[in-house]
């Protein structure tokens, strides 16, 4: 392989390491918002599971209040039914009674009613503990990852920077011009391989003989349409037996 052709090859792997590298770095943020914001929602969900709760509670003492007075107001219409002296005033205990009797019911069946759901809310409160506490733990751990990865990333950058710069002293300016002007120009990669005779990123077509010369590796090659920088990276081509012999 042509020494300048593997050093490019090289060259174009370090920038994509490097790209790599750059990602895990930028991205860092992006990825803490987003643990920020699910450890948030979950938090959320468990706020509102409480307060649903609370307000359950809040609920149940104003009912049980509510039937309390009631209660006593029953009460105090029965003993006052024993001192009634005239059928008016004992129908009219009698109204109050069975007023008081329905209220007390009404009251009993919502304050069942908030009980069965304090149940299922108390349930919903556990569920939501745990999911918390366990997105928290996960969270927790992937931030380590992240915290590793940006290490690792950081440490990458630098390396890789000083690997491109001894590379690049040792090829020759007219390909270090051509790689970094595709670079510019095309923004990804200014180096691909050629398969099947064609340009693996643009895949326009070779023509054969600039195929069959390219595929033995020993020149710089561009292609034809996007000007990156070709080469093969299967076997070399046989040569060719039925070449007549040297006149020589």
Do not use: W
């Not at 895990?24 to 803490?32: A, C, F, I, L, Y």
């Not at 005239?86 to 009674?97: D, F, G, L, S, V």
């Not at 002293?169 to 398969?195: N, P």
């Not at 033995?216 to 070449?243: D, K």
């Amino acid at each position: 392989m042509h020494p300048d052709l593997e050093r490019v090859i090289r060259l174009q792997q370090l920038d994509d390491a490097a790209e790599q590298a750059r990602r895990t770095v930028t991205g860092e943020p992006v990825r803490q918002h987003e643990l920020d914001t699910g450890l948030a929602a979950a938090q959320k969900t468990l706020d509102d599971e409480r307060q649903r709760l609370a307000t359950n509670q809040i609920s149940r003492r104003e009912i049980e209040k509510d039937l309390a007075e009631q209660q006593g107001r029953l009460s105090k219409f029965k003993n006052q039914l024993m001192e009634v002296k005239t059928n008016r005033e004992y129908q009219a205990m009698q109204k109050e009674i069975e007023f008081a009797q329905h209220e007390i019911q009404k009251l009993e069946d919502r304050l069942l009613d908030r009980m069965i759901e304090f149940d299922e809310m108390t349930r919903q409160v556990k569920v939501a503990e745990k999911a918390f506490g366990e997105q928290t733990v996960a969270i927790e751990a992937e931030r380590k990852e992240l915290a590793a990865h940006l290490t690792e990333a950081q440490a990458a950058m630098v390396r890789l920077a000083a690997d491109r710069e001894a590379l690049m002293a040792q090829m020759s300016r007219s390909v270090v011009m051509i790689f970094e002007k595709v670079m510019k120009y095309r923004g990804i990669a200014a180096v691909a391989t050629v398969e099947e005779g064609r340009c693996s990123v643009c895949q326009v077509r070779m023509r054969p003989q600039a195929y069959n010369d390219l595929r033995r590796n020993e020149m710089i090659f561009q292609c034809e349409s996007c000007q990156r920088i070709l080469y093969f990276t299967g076997p070399p081509p046989a040569p060719n037996t039925n070449a007549p012999p040297d006149a020589s």
